[in-house]
């Protein structure tokens, strides 16, 4: 798309227009080519959608990494937006080796520690034991 509006903007400034005139056209066009995607879009007898109520039915859900320590339980507060719960397994995992390397260098154990993985509305996702991510041979 960058190659595209740059090229366009070339092409106008190659038939005499300034610099200036010619990114401001390519805005124009870019805006009103999106507008009839847009408008496009929410066609097929369908209500016309809100770009906002679009992009809010696009968001990623948001997951909770929360640490269980033998008996102590540690809430993730923030949690991060990923695309599945696949993706959300895939990064405890990630965090965990980090966190059991870490552990490891400084000597402390990384024993009986657990990742729950949880969504917004407090649905468990998965759980994932630090152990499990990486191996003692």
């Known amino acids: 798309m960058t190659a595209l509006v740059a090229g366009l903007a070339a092409f ?13 056209i390519t805005s124009l066009i870019v805006g009103v080519v999106i507008a009839l995607v847009v408008w496009a879009w929410g066609g097929n007898n369908l209500p016309l959608k809100r770009l906002d109520s679009v992009l809010m039915e696009q968001t990623m859900p948001k997951y909770f990494f929360h640490v ?8 993730d507060l923030e949690g991060i937006d990923l695309a599945s719960p696949e993706q959300a397994c895939e990064e405890a995992t990630a965090a965990a080796r980090e966190i059991v390397a870490e552990r490891i260098r400084i000597g402390d154990p990384a024993n009986g520690d657990v990742f729950e993985i949880m969504t917004e509305d407090g649905t468990a996702v998965a759980t994932v034991p630090f152990r499990s991510a990486v191996q003692f041979n």
């Open 12 to 24: 106008l400034v190659t038939r005499g227009f300034t610099e200036t005139s010619a990114s401001a």
């Open 68 to 75: 269980r320590r033998n008996d102590v339980f540690e809430e």
